[in-house]
């Protein structure tokens, strides 16, 4: 019987690349895991009129953790009857907790000596996703909770006490003194209780322009959902992209992983993705599940491959996707 059961779910474009791609990848690292193959996304919606079957509820809660591939979700007026499914599985899992790492990574045009963690809350916000409008007036809802608030600042601030105890808390208070003022002093308020923890905050527009002067004066960040979605994408611009981006939904129960690129329909079937993130996403998984030396022998397989090649075409190489996990296999 194998240790561990996890779901796979490839989704949409180049998930159908990158998840057998990384499945591979665990494979060669001796993960003993049973996997489970579950559908969910814009095309199963297509052929099916729904984003997430039954089945797949049923693989998330039955297995140890969850592996995504990539979502699609249309731009413009929505299908009648179709919802984003990975913001769909975030919510109704409670996957309150959005991980970000971001780590230099030996690839060109990338800051050096960059290690920071952002940390998002992940169910409430704008993307509660209450819109309305008026004739000419559109109107959208953002919801904070003091006690999301709190739970999202107690996940933020006991990952910093792990690190190098920073925290730093996101905000745009000074605008939006009730929202916004919640879920800061919600936050504050936890924090002094936690000793040895250094907490800090700055107004969202100033973090984004000290993210890119200077992101190495940062640890681990926390802030409100479209705030993170937006930092998030600027740090991943630091050490490489969209492309080398992973992240983690976390809750007190179930955990989804994912790579953060979208489903890249203008090179999907071609066999040239790269499925950098999709691995990483598997490392995020693997220590979330206690399995800290695989993740540590894949995250150091896939450093020397990004340092020595070969490279996908969206990082300066030509490697498509099998050459890229093969280079992976044998560093491993």
């Known amino acids: 019987m194998a240790n561990y059961r996890i779901c796979l779910i490839e989704g949409d474009g180049i998930g159908h690349e990158v998840i057998p791609a990384t499945r591979r990848v665990l494979d060669a690292a001796g993960f003993d895991a049973e996997y489970v193959h579950a559908e969910a996304g814009y095309e199963y919606f297509l052929d099916h009129g729904t984003s997430v079957p039954q089945a797949t509820y049923d693989a998330v809660e039955n297995t140890d953790a969850t592996l995504f591939g990539a979502a699609t979700s249309p731009t413009g007026e929505k299908p009648k009857g179709f919802y984003g499914a990975i913001r769909h599985l975030r919510q109704k899992y409670n996957l309150y907790a959005n991980v970000r790492p971001t780590k230099t990574r030996p690839v060109p045009g990338a800051y050096e000596n960059v290690d920071l963690v952002i ?86 527009d100033n973090a984004a322009m000290q993210l890119v002067r200077n992101p190495r004066q940062f640890d681990v960040m926390v802030m409100t959902n479209m705030f993170g979605d937006i930092l998030s994408d600027l740090a991943a611009g630091l050490v490489g992209g969209l492309g080398i981006a992973a ?66 075409r969206d990082l300066g190489g030509t490697a498509n996707t099998k050459e890229f996990t093969d280079a992976v296999i044998a560093a491993l």
């Open 119 to 204: 940390v998002r809350e992940n169910t409430q916000g704008l993307y509660v996703e209450q819109e309305r409008r008026y004739g000419d007036v559109a109107i959208a809802d953002t919801v904070i909770t003091k006690d999301a608030s709190d739970r999202i600042g107690r996940y933020a601030a006991n990952l910093a006490m792990k690190r190098d105890k920073r925290l730093t808390v996101v905000h745009k208070a000074n605008v939006l003194p009730v929202t916004q003022g919640l879920f800061l002093n919600t936050i504050l308020d936890h924090c002094k209780t936690v000793e040895g923890l250094n907490t800090s905050t700055m107004i969202v």
């Open 247 to 312: 992240s983690g939904n976390v809750g007190d129960k179930f955990g989804i992983f994912e790579s953060v690129h979208g489903s890249a329909p203008d090179i999907a079937g071609q066999g040239i993705s790269n499925p950098t993130a999709s691995i990483l996403a598997a490392v995020i998984m693997l220590d979330h599940i206690g399995d800290h030396e695989t993740a540590r022998r894949l995250d150091a397989a896939v450093n020397k491959v990004l340092a020595e090649g070969p490279r996908t």
